[in-house]
């Protein structure tokens, strides 16, 4: 099997642009130091690279209405605090997708695509990061139903969860950036992973535990070890704690860098 697979190639489920979404470590997994090795799954805007969307707004096709994608202002991004260098992976990503063999002159996927009644049994076994870049509210929710049909589990998060598809809470958590969201995500029945600006060990709520894979909580495990963040369909039922991580949100919000996913 490709190590790369194109699972989804069509509108936008947020606002009928074109998307792509490319599942990467299907043949040797992801090298990612924190989720283990799990199978990624980039959500993209098939014609526009990710730094341009940043730069331009267009990757609200992808993102949605998440507080962390910043603004635009005078053609610049303000205040972007998304964990996710998309001058790395997802940028490799775009970019072999859109590899085009002098062979015919016709461009074409630089990864092959998958017909729909094939994922289930391609995905069958293996643990599924839905998401890796992009909120999986953005895909049909038919294209998660069969890549997890037959899965193992994996992980998701959504900030859409006030509007994305009901169904989606069966495998990703909803995105919380306050306790007030906590409360309310969890009335339309979905469990939270909650990201404080305070330290984890001591913000932490009722029925919250921190992720096990934070830096806070000592990387006691991986994320395709642990499988708590796989929303109703994990075995686990606690909601999950983080403290702020990642390299843009240090650089928009003046903090240490606790955690890089």
């Known amino acids: 099997m490709s190590n790369g697979l194109v699972i989804y190639r069509g509108p936008s489920v947020l606002d009928g642009s074109p998307i792509v979404v490319i599942a990467t ?7 990612n130091r924190k989720t283990g090795a799990l ?4 959500i993209l805007r098939e014609d ?20 962390h994608r910043g603004r635009i202002e005078d053609g610049r991004n303000v205040g972007r605090s998304c964990y996710v ?4 992976a997802p940028l490799n990503v775009w970019r072999t997708f859109h590899r085009v063999p002098l062979a015919n002159g016709k461009p074409r996927s630089g990864y092959p695509e998958a017909r729909p009644d094939e994922l289930s049994a391609m995905f069958a076994g293996r643990l599924v990061r839905l998401g890796s870049y ?13 890549v997890m049909a037959q899965a ?19 495998w990703c958590m909803a995105s919380c950036d306050s306790e007030a969201d906590r ?10 992973f909650r990201v404080t600006a305070q330290d984890s060990r001591t913000d932490r709520g009722e029925r919250e535990v921190i992720c096990p894979a934070s830096d806070e909580a000592g990387k ?30 240090a650089k928009a919000n003046g903090r240490r860098n606790l955690a890089n996913v």
């Open 25 to 31: 470590g299907l043949g040797s997994g992801s090298s």
């Open 39 to 42: 199978v990624q799954t980039w």
């Open 48 to 67: 526009v690279s990710p730094i341009k969307a940043i730069q331009n707004g267009s990757d609200v096709s992808i993102c949605g209405a998440c507080p």
């Open 85 to 88: 260098n998309v001058g790395q």
């Open 134 to 146: 992009g909120d999986p509210a953005a895909v049909p929710v038919w294209v998660w139903q069969a």
């Open 152 to 170: 193992d589990g994996g992980t998701g998060y959504t900030h859409q969860w006030k509007d994305a598809a009901p169904e989606l809470a069966q």
């Open 183 to 192: 409360v309310f995500a969890k009335l339309v029945g979905y469990r939270t």
């Open 220 to 249: 006691v495990t991986l994320c395709a070890a642990c499988k708590a963040c796989g929303g109703l369909s994990a075995k686990a039922k606690a909601d999950i704690v983080i403290t702020v991580h990642g390299p843009t949100y």
